[in-house]
Each structure stands twice: as structure tokens, then as C-alpha cells.
């Protein structure tokens, strides 16, 4: 292997907001901040180079223009994709059309700042 992917970088307008977000989401914490108010979250006890990526919220205000081309899959852990999308939906998140035709076994949301997630159906094993 030559390489992996250690951190996924999200611009956003509120770091603080999506960092409370995605660790509920995740189960993530907060494992460091930068001077320019970036906020790195990831898996309790690891942090940064374990074997999930850790995600740096990094401030941004320039209006996002054009669909983003990269979005994150996330699957339950612990209960049936229709219990976390309730959780999802409490937590925050939202439906978002992309264009699906209601067929799909996956659900696909928003999170507080627009940026597109999917909920798979199949359940997997904690990291």
C-alpha cells in the first residue's frame, strides 16, 4: 500500500457548529484546534494517523458555489438505519434531494451547513 487517506479537510462557515455535529454523528472528539480556528475531530483515544480518518473543520467564507464532489457514506453501528435516521434527523441533519428516485435502500441527508451525506442501510461493526 502506498498510501491512505488520514484526514478529510471540510470548509465551512462555522467550524465550532459542525464539529459538535459530526462528533454526535460520528462518535468523534474534538483532538486539536489551528490559529486560523480550524477544529480537527476524530476517534476518541487515536486522533490523527489511527485507521480512521480524523476530519479538520476548516473556517471559509466564501459562499460555496456548484455541488460539492466528494461526500462521505456513513452506516449504523449500533441500531437499524431507520433508528439512526431518526437520531440523524434530531441531531440535525436534513433530507436533501439529489436527484434519487425513492428507490434507494440508502438515505441521503444534509448537514447543518448543506453538505451532502449518505445513509447506507447496512449496519457494520464499530471501529
Known amino acids: 500500500m502506498a498510501c491512505r487517506i488520514s484526514e478529510l479537510v471540510l470548509e465551512c462557515a462555522d467550524p465550532e457548529r459542525l464539529a459538535v455535529f459530526w462528533n454526535e454523528v460520528l462518535g468523534y472528539v474534538e483532538v486539536g484546534r489551528e490559529v486560523d480556528g480550524s477544529i ?3 476517534p476518541p483515544g487515536v486522533g490523527f494517523g489511527g485507521p480512521q480518518p480524523t476530519i479538520v473543520l476548516s ?3 466564501e459562499p460555496r458555489t456548484g455541488k460539492v464532489r466528494l461526500h462521505v457514506d456513513v ?3 449500533d441500531r437499524d438505519q431507520d433508528a439512526e435516521l431518526e437520531r440523524l ?3 440535525g441533519a436534513r433530507p436533501a434531494d439529489v436527484g434519487q428516485t425513492g428507490e434507494e435502500d440508502w ?3 444534509a448537514d447543518p451547513e448543506g453538505n451532502v451525506f449518505c445513509l447506507l442501510r447496512r449496519r457494520i461493526a464499530p471501529a
Do not use: Q, R
Open 107 to 109: 438515505h441521503v441527508l
Open 59 to 61: 473556517p471559509n467564507d
Open 75 to 77: 452506516n449504523p453501528t
Open 40 to 42: 480537527e475531530i476524530g
Open 89 to 91: 434527523l434530531a441531531l
